[in-house]
């Protein structure tokens, strides 16, 4: 459990980075969705061939339909989360977004079976209380229905990835996130082949920063966080998920130079505290069980 929590933790950084990493490259957010999930998918294909694993997912046809269909609400979740963010901008969507991880909590004691407590709901109104304080401003620069729609549409996608990712449990390890970044490339390739094409040329200066975003944030930031759900509890996924944009505030402060107000270091205050105060529920509950044992 606490390996996998390290590696969930680890990837939440990564992802945390993208931000900073795509303000490097001269292009269009669809472009860059694009060339993430592709370079993503072959770097961790080229770990597996090469640490010999066998492809195996094939023999459990649910889980691999499960898997299959997590790609796909993976790879539209960006899209419609980058959109979002030309339309209404990174903080309402950022917003929206993080709404994900509640459609998981409340969804998680019928779909798993696991105890929804009061100090995780408690735990989630205080994120969720800080993440208004961090966007809220951006709620009063309009209201345009299409990029609000896009915004909510990422967090019903974002849902439906980590459930149907939990679902496929049969398929595990390096497999699992390899063939989840295949399914979510496939799904944005034909995303973008059919609303804007394949026209699109990096510029020398991009390819570095299109290589990192691609290998390191995606392929090894997806390695992490796929291989470590599968091991912990949905509610404790969905609460520290959003050490996320924590994570992406802090990055644009220390090297974007951004000058956070009073009330958004609130807010990242309330983000830390509601996620600690959630997640400290299974170290109590875990201790309990040693101690009787």
């Known amino acids: 459990m606490n390996w996998a929590f390290g590696k969930y933790v680890s990837s939440l950084l990564l992802f945390g980075s993208n931000g900073i990493v795509a303000s ?67 903080g309402i969507s950022s917003l929206l977004y993080y709404c994900g991880p509640v459609l998981v909590m409340i969804l998680s004691p019928l779909l798993f079976k696991e105890q929804l407590t009061g100090r995780k709901v408690l735990g989630f109104a205080i994120v969720l209380a800080g993440l208004l304080l961090l966007n809220g401003i951006a709620l009063l620069s309009g209201n345009l229905p299409f990029g609000l729609f896009c915004g909510a549409m990422s967090a019903v996608l974002y849902a439906c990835m980590v459930i149907l990712n939990k679902k496929a449990s ?17 799904t944005v390739a034909v995303i973008v082949g059919i609303t804007h094409g394949f026209g699109f040329y990096p510029s020398p ?58 009330w958004q270091v609130i807010g990242t205050c309330c983000i830390i505290g509601g996620a600690v105060y959630g997640g400290t529920t299974l170290s109590l509950r875990r201790r309990k069980v040693l101690e009787g044992e």
């Open 24 to 90: 490097m490259i001269l292009l269009s957010s669809y472009d860059i969705v694009f060339l993430r999930t592709l370079i993503g998918s072959l770097f961790l294909l080229a770990v597996f061939l090469i640490s010999r694993h066998r492809f195996s997912f094939f023999r459990n046809k649910k889980s691999a339909i499960f898997l299959a269909a997590s790609g796909a609400a993976m790879g539209a979740s960006w899209m419609f989360l980058f959109e979002a963010y030309a339309q209404i901008g990174v």
């Open 170 to 186: 049969d398929i595990s390890g390096l497999e699992n996130p390899m063939m989840q970044l295949f399914f979510g490339f496939l």
């Open 205 to 262: 200066s991009d390819w570095f920063w299109i290589l990192i975003l691609g290998a390191v944030n995606t392929g090894v930031g997806c390695y992490l966080y796929f291989t470590s759900i599968g091991k912990l509890p949905v509610q404790t996924i969905s609460i520290f998920g959003y050490l996320e944009p924590l994570a992406a505030v802090i990055f644009s402060v220390l090297i974007l130079s951004e000058v956070l107000t009073f």
